[in-house]
């Protein structure tokens, strides 16, 4: 059975994994993230290595924007400020074919596929981490937007007023981001606060109370204008959910829709380091239709 080879370009490292159709993951490896001519010739290489009639498509997912109708891929922190032509470069030198997507997208592709929201057709991935991204699934398939900025959700407006930090990453991630956190627990990291709060400092847990009703705050307007079956919660803040779940949940739906609110569930992701590949991946087979 052939297989698909899934390419997460991160903004540090570059991961590829070849994946069969149940999800499986063979001959993993990570590479240092490289300049774009550089990412091309590993992508093109790691094909060449398994030869022609192994892998039946390649999925690729970026930190940034795919614009599907020019096949450019807007990646600052891989390739400076200029889209670049992804996927005419990698079609000119592959014989298979090319999907590409937002590293949002790949996420929530990943969750549907084999994480807690497997088997759902609408579904939301919210990603907390130093930024806040979301990856949006309509009817079974990924939503990238007219010029694959969908899910840019960090610049939701939550209520506050507007202030100049919002100007450079938008106001919901201002207020419920890992830099908002550690902002708000005078402390140096989230990840700080986060160990203080679990020590019963009462400033932190504040911080993380403020936070977390941040956080509820735009995944409720996200729920009443998508009406999802699932929202699951990833990133790096996520690994504080034994903190901030309970509290998530509960203020999303004081302010979602409330049928909408009812009937929706918010869950923490299942899945680990494989998700960015996994979501790859899927891009890839539904590309080839399955």
């Not at 759902?120 to 919210?126: A, E």
């Not at 004081?254 to 869950?267: F, H, L, N, S």
Request: aromatic share 4%.
């Amino acid at each position: 059975m052939k297989q698909v080879l899934a390419v997460d370009l991160g903004g540090t490292k570059t991961a590829m994994a070849l994946v069969d159709p149940a999800g499986k993951l063979s001959g993993k490896r990570k590479t240092p993230a490289a300049p774009f001519d550089a990412t091309i010739r590993q992508i093109v290489s790691e094909c060449a290595e398994c030869g022609p009639d192994a892998i039946a498509a390649v999925g690729v997912i970026v930190p940034g924007i795919y614009e599907p109708g020019t096949g450019n891929a807007w990646a600052p922190n891989l390739w400076g400020p200029d889209f670049q032509p992804l996927r005419a470069a990698l079609e000119r030198q592959l014989n298979v074919p090319v999907a590409i997507g937002s590293d949002r997208s790949g996420s929530v592709l990943a969750e549907q596929w084999l994480g807690v929201a497997r088997g759902k057709r609408h579904v939301l991935f919210v990603a907390v981490g130093t930024g806040i991204g979301v990856g949006i699934v309509c009817d079974g398939r990924p939503v990238e937007g007219a010029h694959g900025i969908a899910g840019a959700a960090g610049w939701m407006v939550v209520g506050s007023p507007w202030k100049p930090e919002f100007a450079a990453c938008g106001g919901w991630e201002s207020q419920a981001a890992g830099p908002a956190l550690a902002r708000l627990g005078g402390m140096e990291s989230a990840e700080a606060v986060v160990a203080a709060a679990r020590a019963g400092d009462r400033h932190a847990l504040e911080a993380v109370t403020q936070v977390a009703d941040s956080l509820a705050l735009g995944i409720a307007g996200l729920v009443s204008v998508l009406d999802p079956e699932i929202v699951v919660l990833g990133g790096g803040l996520m690994q504080a959910g034994d903190l901030m779940l309970d509290r998530i949940r509960r203020q999303t739906l004081c302010w979602t829709q409330p049928i909408a609110g009812k009937v929706v569930r918010v869950e923490k992701t299942a899945l680990g380091e494989d998700a960015g590949l996994l979501g790859a991946a899927r891009l890839a087979w539904l590309h080839l239709g399955l």
